[in-house]
């Protein structure tokens, strides 16, 4: 089912509202970006300066936060489709900025631990802010803005945790309020500049049955394109994990980096993604079209994974970098192609599914490649593939491709 937009207000105003899209998710993740380098010695003090039982815990605190994200994705993606989108982006933001004074607060582990739990439920706005973008754009512009999102997202985690860095020579909990300072900034902004941007007419009744990720998986059913699309989200993501989980550590056991080579190295990195999906998406699109982009996306990601599990040096890996970065091509052009699929009443429902689908990836992801890096230096130490997680995460994204291409063959 295709969809047009529902604002009727003139371009200048659906690019004003977008550009507010756009600074909200940036500042999304740039308030969590900023918190990375001081929550896991904030939770170390808190246990007494145990490492190892901090990184236990900071694992618990991680694995929290993906959780409420994979349960209540799904219930805010339906309350926008009930209530309309402003006042959904709105109280997120409201939320997330006096959740972040809860934890600079915290005088104890207890109320940290319920502060990130509370910004895992916040913080699930995201599917909301991609729903509005589908409202206010053309079906055939939607890989564009999906493509800024994804930069806001690149440039926020580039940004954040440099920034949180420098706080933290205040004071550990100043990152924190700086965190609450930009997010509740951003709901008072857009209390006075967020037009709403879905009509009336085009709302759906708030259902429970649809607002859990079980039931939001079954709107990803009701069309084959749309399931296939949805497995390929999923592998993609948890393919993702391979470079949160095990990322700094193979760097530093393959090719001996240290912390500031490191975060150099990923700052690298998301500057490359956030440029690919701000700049190159919309142009390659242009020229091959939306299925091509993804499919070509995918097929670099899986050549990019494979490259970084195999690159014998440091340089090696530094040049794939570039070529790595046209997986972002995959993301904003699968977006793009669902939310054509289902009506404007179902945006907020098939974000909030999507985001379940990514949560849930989220869930999994660190357990399997933390336990597949560790093999490979162990037990299985005498294959030398100490790149093996990388090599995985490559197949999942090849399957991926696959899975994007028979399901798409129709549209």
């Not at 207000?9 to 740039?30: N, S, W």
């Not at 605190?61 to 989108?85: H, K, N, T, Y």
């Not at 949805?230 to 090719?255: M, Q």
Request: hydrophobic content about 55%; aromatic content about 12%; proline content about 5%.
């Amino acid at each position: 089912m295709t969809d047009v937009p529902t604002d009727p207000k003139p371009e200048g105003a659906r690019r004003a509202a977008l550009g507010f899209i756009f600074v909200t998710v940036l500042l999304d993740m740039l308030a969590l970006g900023i918190i990375i380098p001081v929550m896991p010695k904030l939770v170390e003090n808190f246990v007494g300066g145990d490492t190892a039982t901090a990184a236990w815990v900071f694992g618990l605190f991680g694995m929290s936060w993906a959780l409420m994200q994979f349960i209540c994705s799904p219930l805010i993606g339906s309350l926008s489709d009930r209530f309309g989108r402003r006042p959904v982006i709105l109280f997120s933001n409201l939320g997330t900025g006096l959740d972040y004074i809860v934890m600079a607060l915290a005088p104890n582990l207890a109320l940290l631990f319920i502060g990130r739990v509370i910004s895992g439920i916040t913080t699930a706005n995201v599917p909301t802010a991609f729903a509005y973008i589908a409202d206010i754009t053309k079906p055939e512009e939607r890989a564009k803005a999906f493509g800024l999102m994804g930069a806001a997202f690149g440039a926020g985690f580039v940004l954040g945790p440099a920034v949180g860095g420098l706080l933290a020579d205040f004071g550990p909990r100043t990152p924190f309020w700086v965190a609450a300072a930009f997010s509740l900034a951003n709901a008072a902004y857009g209390a006075f500049v967020l037009p709403e941007s879905l009509k009336k007419e085009n709302r759906s009744p708030f259902d429970w049955r649809k607002a859990n990720w079980i039931g939001s998986v079954q709107l990803l059913r009701t069309n084959s394109a749309l399931l296939g699309l949805s497995v390929a989200l999923f592998l993609g993501h948890l393919a993702h994990n391979v470079l949160t989980t095990v990322f700094v550590l193979y760097g530093g056991y393959r090719y001996g980096w240290d912390e500031k080579t490191v975060g150099l190295t990923l700052a690298g990195v998301g500057i490359c993604f956030a440029l690919t999906q701000a700049v190159v998406t919309a142009r390659v699109v242009e020229w091959i079209g939306e299925r091509n982009t993804m499919i070509v996306g995918l097929v670099f990601g899986a050549i990019g994974f494979a490259a970084y599990g195999l690159a014998p040096t440091a340089i090696w890996f530094w040049i794939v970098i570039p070529v790595m970065s046209l997986w972002g091509l995959a993301g904003p052009t699968e977006q793009g192609i669902m939310s054509k699929l289902v009506s404007p009443s179902e945006q907020g429902q098939l974000q909030g599914a999507n985001n379940s689908v990514m949560g849930f990836a989220n869930l999994i992801g660190p357990g399997i490649f933390a336990a597949v890096f560790a093999w490979s230096i162990g037990g299985g130490l005498q294959w030398h593939v100490p790149g093996l997680a990388f090599l995985l995460g490559g197949l999942m994204i090849a399957i991926s491709a696959v899975v994007a291409w028979r399901a798409t063959r129709g549209l």
